[in-house]
């Protein structure tokens, strides 16, 4: 059996262990499999395979120089000396002890075993520092039994390293003589010293396995770290010296004037923040609002009363944010932030002042701001749902572009205000969601006076008026065909999506990489991205969802464990959501698309029912309008996989459920459990009727 870490990998390559940081360190633990006869040594500047090698019977091999080695033997043990001359190197490298262990009595002719410790403590000391390098032979010559070589290894003094010859500990494969256990420091190179833990034989060494699995989320070799920053493999560390990042880690004595700068104000950054305080560090929250065309970045408060609320109850809420952060000792500045080199930003205040800032870690919350069309007289006339509760103004006759989440809740909120409301639909409603329940999201809305025109895309916007409102003529075109059509409209309200905030920050200075289409940056499961001390929360985050409550939960856990050694990690999965819309959909896990997608149809069971809110009775308000659907795995006990409600408060109802379906909510235990009488949410324990039946599921009562 294996050691659970171990990959294949081709005869020479290197496998690794679990390394421990401490300050100031750079650790490399390898486990070399090497069944050639000829020394290996990866060439080029940053040494990306440090495979030990087995030599030549001569015991020689050739490696950028020539490596040498010979000895005595008694049976069972060999002593002897190896040399390694490597002028690209810029010095000798001298083994000045070698031993090797067999698992029986070996033949004579030790240069074999002697070059392949040649090799290992060369390729130790060729990193510049002292310390043990181990090789051995799985395959002997005929007659001998297999071995492994143990080897010490020193560097005599030479002109300095460049910057990539810096600190490496090898370790040899399991069996190899072992060091103590525990950690094992070996002498400092310079300002640098190095540190292994051998997780193989130290008594915990499972548990570090684990632990740091959990931390790194990476169970391939090697795994490198440099002054406590997670590299990943030999391929990440290589382009983190390309990109400078390498040198920058290895910095003499490395001062930043904060541990932890966060990049945006937004709700998760906050949160990091915060929390990053409350753990002993010095934070910065960089927070700049770029105005959008309309200028509505801070507003005057003389509005009517709605707007007028509606600002001061914002206004309360960033107050108790700064208000927070001062308490907490965050420094908060209100400047705009762009990375100039690694560790270091440069933040830009609204009057044109720069002022750099250096620090060891990073957050990115930058958060999102709405999507223009790019068509002639967007930018001038129209305006985004981050514009419409600053208007001094009714909007009047408004046109919704859009069809997501914020597009259908502007629409419902103008509708509910008596205003005339007309939605312009490129393709389909909530794209994303479930699409039943899109349809009659949208049918309620169509019932309750809002217009949609379904397959048309805006083409131009014109102004025939000035004024508050004014009037704009709006010509668009069918997306199935040649068919246009004009409108004239008081207001323009886009809500076709939103970009990210990434694109002016210097990113790709230090190399993070962000999808170039929409902005947004791909991190892994805890939250770092390509660059390993810069991380993202949010929405900025690819493939994530766009949800403040994540975002909060996601600072925290990020601040926590960077710096308070927790592991928690933000779970993604069976986030409940919830549409704002006249009558609200509420919904957790899989849409009936998706769970068809991912488990097949026929291993599904979706249960449903119309259903008639008690409160709407009495007002006589459409009966079986609203809605309730479970999707069932039939191969997983009935768990529930997708849970979907269109009711009045809908939210409220969907948040006790999603804690359910974190537990593993079957059918059956909804069934075993006992309804209040008389609430929306009861509908769910009394569920029966299934789709592939195809029986009636109107209510005839409350």
Avoid at 233 to 256: E, I, N, R, V, W
Avoid at 469 to 491: D, F, Q, R, W
């Amino acid at each position: 059996m294996g050691h659970p870490w171990e990959t294949k990998r081709s005869p020479g390559s290197p496998t690794v262990c679990t390394p421990l940081w401490d300050n100031n360190t750079m650790q490399l633990s390898t486990r070399p499999f090497a069944k050639s006869r000829r020394v290996r040594w990866a060439s080029g500047h940053w040494p990306r395979s440090h495979a030990l090698g087995v030599g030549r019977s001569q015991g020689r091999g050739g490696a950028n120089g020539g490596i040498r080695g010979r000895g005595g033997m008694d049976p069972g043990r060999i002593q002897g000396r190896g040399e390694l001359r490597n002028p690209s190197r810029r010095g000798s490298l001298s083994v000045v002890a070698c031993q090797a262990e067999s698992d029986g009595e070996l033949n004579r002719g030790p240069g074999t075993a002697i070059s392949a410790a040649a090799a290992a403590a060369a390729a130790l000391a060729g990193a510049d520092v002292a310390g043990a390098g181990e090789g051995r032979h799985s395959q002997p010559p005929a007659g001998q039994c297999p071995w492994r070589v143990r080897a010490v290894a020193t560097r005599t003094p030479g002109p300095p390293l460049r910057p990539w010859d810096q600190p490496l500990v090898l370790r040899g494969p399991r069996g190899a003589a072992a060091p103590p256990a525990g950690p094992h420091r070996g002498p400092s190179s310079g300002h640098l010293q190095q540190e292994l833990l051998s997780a193989q034989h130290a008594d915990n060494g499972a548990s570090v396995q684990e632990v740091l699995s959990e931390l790194t989320n990476q169970r391939t070799v090697p795994n490198i770290f440099v002054n406590k920053v997670h590299m990943g493999g030999c391929d990440q560390t290589f382009q983190a010296h390309q990109s400078g990042l390498l040198q920058k880690l290895l910095q003499d004595d490395p001062a930043y004037d904060y541990d932890l700068i966060v990049i945006g104000g937004g709700s998760g950054g906050l949160a990091c923040a915060q929390e990053a305080a409350i753990l002993g560090r010095k934070v910065l929250v960089l927070d700049f609002v770029v105005p959008s065309p309309q200028g509505t970045s801070w507003v005057k408060h003389n509005w009517g009363t709605m707007t007028e609320a509606v600002q001061n109850h914002i206004g309360s809420l960033n107050w108790g944010y700064r208000l927070s952060l001062r308490e907490k000792a965050v420094a908060y500045i209100n400047s705009y932030g762009e990375f100039v080199e690694h560790h270091k930003i440069k933040a830009t205040n609204g009057k044109g002042q720069e002022t750099c800032y250096t620090a060891a870690k990073f957050v990115i919350a930058t958060g999102e701001r709405p999507r223009y069309l790019g068509i002639q007289g967007d930018k001038e006339y129209c305006i985004t749902s981050d514009d419409l509760f600053s208007l001094p103004y009714c909007p009047g006759t408004t046109l919704v572009v859009g069809a997501s989440y914020v597009a259908l809740e502007c629409a419902g909120f103008l509708a509910g205000l008596g205003l005339d409301v007309t939605v312009m639909v490129r393709s389909v409603l909530l794209r994303g969601f479930d699409q039943e329940m899109a349809e009659r999201v949208g049918s309620y809305m169509e019932q309750h006076g809002v217009r949609f025109l379904r397959k048309f895309v805006p083409v131009e916007v014109q102004q025939l008026e000035k004024g508050s409102p004014g009037k704009l003529k709006v010509m668009a075109k069918s997306t199935e065909g040649p068919e246009t059509i004009e409108g004239v409209y008081n207001t323009v309200l886009l809500a076709i999506g939103r970009d990210s905030c990434t694109k002016k920050m210097g990113l790709e200075k230090i190399g993070v990489k962000i999808n170039e289409k929409s902005g947004k940056i791909p991190v892994n499961d805890v939250e770092q991205t390509n660059v390993p001390y810069v991380y993202a929360v949010g929405d900025v985050l690819e493939g994530k969802p766009e949800l403040t409550p994540i975002a909060v939960q996601a600072g925290k856990l990020l601040a926590r464990r960077l710096f308070g050694g927790r592991l928690e990690k933000c779970d993604y999965v069976n986030v409940p959501t919830v549409v704002f819309t006249p009558l609200e959909y509420g919904c957790c896990g899989y849409s009936e698309e998706r769970a068809i997608e991912v488990y097949q149809k026929e291993n599904l069971e979706v249960y449903h029912t119309l259903f008639w809110p008690l409160e709407w009775t009495v007002a006589c308000r459409d009966n079986n309008t609203c809605y309730a659907k479970i999707i069932c795995n039939k191969l997983d006990n009935d768990r529930v996989i997708g849970f979907h409600v269109l009711g009045p408060n809908a939210g409220e109802i969907i948040q006790g459920f999603a804690a359910a379906m974190k537990c593993g909510l079957t059918k059956q235990l909804l069934d075993d459990t006992i309804g209040i009488h008389p609430t929306c949410a009861e509908v769910f324990t009394t569920l029966q009727i299934t789709k592939a039946s195809g029986l009636d599921v109107t209510q005839k009562g409350c």
